[in-house]
């Protein structure tokens, strides 16, 4: 059973990188049937999609995120990871990774979660 | 890129059924057949119901069915029943091939 899980520090401060990384556990991260993504939450609001990769490396942001946001993959170590520049208390949020197939779009996967507060 | 639009709230009766709107335009939900619906419980992460407008997941219950009409989707619950009570969010692939989250609605069971 494949599983992911989010990892990083919780408290992040204002203008620095926050950074995550997400763990695949149970399966490969170098499927060619899958892509990996980063979705974020803020407290009591909905749902925000950040980004997708693949294993080779390709990659697709969001374009309102895009200037701050890295999206890089590790298959070496079954691992994909999550930087967002410059952040201030609106980065503030639930970030979840995700597996989504790459032939349509939607996510079947998901890590439970990991909340992380900018604050100085 | 804006959120897909859905009502707030939607309750209804055990048992009964209720449907969830989800709008969008022509470059999201009405272009393309690659609306997912997700369901997430309070602390919870979200769970995928129905994917590509109408599939629905090995082990979601019958009882979850999607539909796209336009650039409007729909999410009905049929047999509404009290575990169904949590927050519901659709997704659509854009022509900018980015994904976008509905506003989110919330069941509630009365």
């Known amino acids: 059973q494949l599983q992911l899980q989010e990892s990083g520090p919780g408290l992040v401060k204002p203008s620095e990188t926050l950074s995550l990384t997400c763990s695949v556990s149970g399966g490969s991260i170098s499927s060619s049937i899958h892509y990996w993504g980063w979705i974020r939450q803020p407290p009591g609001r909905g749902l925000e999609w950040i980004g997708s990769?693949?294993?080779?490396?390709?990659?697709y942001y969001s374009l309102s995120l895009k200037s701050r946001v890295t999206i890089s993959i590790d298959t070496s170590n079954n691992q994909f990871s999550l930087k967002v520049n410059s952040v201030t208390a609106a980065d503030t949020a639930v970030y979840y990774c995700?597996?989504?197939?790459?032939?349509?779009?939607?996510?079947?996967?998901w890590g439970r979660g990991t909340l992380v507060t900018v604050s100085s | 890129q804006s959120a897909l639009t859905q009502p707030a709230s939607v309750s209804g009766s055990l048992g009964q059924s209720i449907t969830i709107s989800c709008t969008g335009t022509?470059?999201?939900?009405?272009?393309?057949?690659?609306v997912s619906w997700y369901q997430q419980h309070p602390g919870r992460a979200p769970k995928l119901m129905i994917y590509d407008v109408s599939n629905r997941p090995s082990g979601v219950s019958s009882r979850f069915s999607g539909s796209k009409s336009g650039n409007t989707a729909s999410l009905t619950v049929s047999g509404l029943q009290a575990e169904d009570e949590a927050d519901y969010y659709c997704s659509s692939f854009t022509r900018s091939s980015t994904s976008v989250f509905g506003t989110g609605t919330k069941v509630t069971v009365l």
């Open positions: 995700a597996r989504k197939r790459s032939s349509t779009w939607y996510f079947d996967l």
């Open positions: 990769i693949y294993y080779s490396g390709t990659t």
């Open positions: 022509s470059t999201d939900v009405g272009g393309y057949n690659y």
